[in-house]
């Protein structure tokens, strides 16, 4: 069972952030569509996905077929509770970090466990460790909350009542589950909580982008043996290796990104020679241009008046469906993006890494164009010069 909160804007390989449950923190990295609502807690949309209904009869199949559908009732029961404290593990990271001004938009339910989308992920290595704190310690008061029940049961011939959940060992599995969950999510191996935690403490002494690469790199070592493991003994584990192992190097593109980023302005990386079609011109027109240079988006013009902008795969699009001979005016949809050469630059990264195109302006005229690999290329440019110091 894995749950994950995520920077809902991480660009990266699809395994954002913290497994547990693995709790994490990965943009929209993770979409999950087919989710039904099942409501809201203090804003917080909570959803469940439609494969998750598979896993239900999955329970009720393997009742069936080991004789012991006399309890299939309680199994179902039981993983819905482990699954009710998933979400108050994510809730714990959520309204935790809602208390350092940083929004989830949603929770999300799914056979593995839960993946929690966040704005962002706190930077102040203070409010990331109490925050990855936050989800373990859920699990801990739960079971704390649950032991003085079960606490006559805690004998060793009663622990192998766990193997078979009715009843009598129902309390005592949420009881082990819980401390289970708690334990696990701080192995140090980010982006679990446990790698966080150590993220946050390393960020003290060497700084955030250090202290990632080093907690990312002992995230992907901790993955590796989990696979390892997983081959042999259980290949759940195989599963919650991959995302440990992608979410790992997804935050650590993405915080070197940042670095390379910040203090620099957009008009650092402008391109201020940029290809310019008329309203006019056909998508023929259009397309031959494409063959002709290796630009891949356009800027349109009425005469000297910008009227959109235009891509590759838009022209292709629209190639297909309204033919060669139709004029750039008759597809454009009018709404473009502008951003003033001295905006920061990580901020315009924002507004073009989902692959639009920006127009550049300052003081309202037209200097040039961005775009999200023009920006990936500053950031190639600024890590080579860092190491090479």
């Keep these: 069972m894995i749950t994950i909160y995520c920077p809902r804007d991480l ?17 929209g990295l993770v979409t999950m569509k087919w989710s039904i609502s099942l409501g809201r807690v203090k804003g917080i949309k909570i959803t469940v996905h439609w494969t998750f209904l598979l896993l239900m009869v999955w329970v009720l199949f393997s009742s069936w077929k080991t004789g012991t559908m006399n309890t299939a009732g309680w199994q179902v029961l039981f993983l819905l509770t482990i699954f009710g404290c998933v979400v108050l593990h994510e809730l714990g990271h959520a309204l935790t970090a809602r208390r350092f001004g940083f929004k989830t938009k949603d929770i999300t339910l799914l056979p593995i466990g839960g993946v929690a989308r966040m704005e962002a992920i706190p930077e102040k290595p203070t409010q990331e460790l109490v925050m990855a704190m936050m989800g373990p310690m859920v699990n801990v008061v739960i079971a704390l909350l649950v032991y003085p029940a079960i606490a006559h049961q805690l004998t060793a011939q009663n622990l192998a009542l766990i193997k078979t959940i009715n009843g009598d060992s129902f309390l005592l599995g949420i009881f082990f589950v819980n401390l289970s969950l708690a334990i696990f999510n701080l192995v140090p191996a980010f982006p679990m909580d446990g790698g966080r935690v ?38 759940v584990l195989l599963v919650i290796a991959i995302f440990v192992f992608l979410g790992a190097q997804a935050e650590l593109d993405e915080t070197e990104s940042k670095s390379a980023l910040s203090g620099h302005q957009v008009k650092e990386a402008v391109m201020k020679k940029f290809v310019s079609l008329q309203s006019t011109d056909t998508l023929s027109t259009a397309m031959q241009v494409l063959l002709d240079t290796q630009v891949h988006d356009f800027v349109v013009f009425d005469h000297d008046r910008v ?51 920006s127009l550049v302006t300052e003081n309202s005229r037209l200097v040039g164009i961005i775009d999200a690999e023009n920006i990936l290329e500053f950031i190639m440019m600024q890590q080579i010069q860092t190491s090479s110091k």
């Design 307 to 357: 009227v959109g902008t235009i891509s590759r795969s838009k022209i292709f699009e629209h190639l297909k469906e309204h033919g060669a001979s139709t004029p750039l005016a008759n597809v454009l949809s009018g709404a473009w993006q502008e951003v003033d050469v001295n905006e920061p630059l990580e901020e315009a990264y924002k507004r073009v890494r989902t692959g639009n195109v």
């Design 198 to 235: 150590l993220r946050a403490l390393l960020s003290f002494r060497i700084g955030r982008v250090r202290a990632t690469r080093v907690a990312a790199h002992l995230g992907q070592f901790l993955a590796i043996c989990f696979a390892m493991i997983g081959l042999f003994y259980n290949p």
């Design 11 to 27: 660009r990266h390989p699809p395994g954002c952030a913290q497994i547990v449950s693995l709790s994490q923190q990965t943009n």
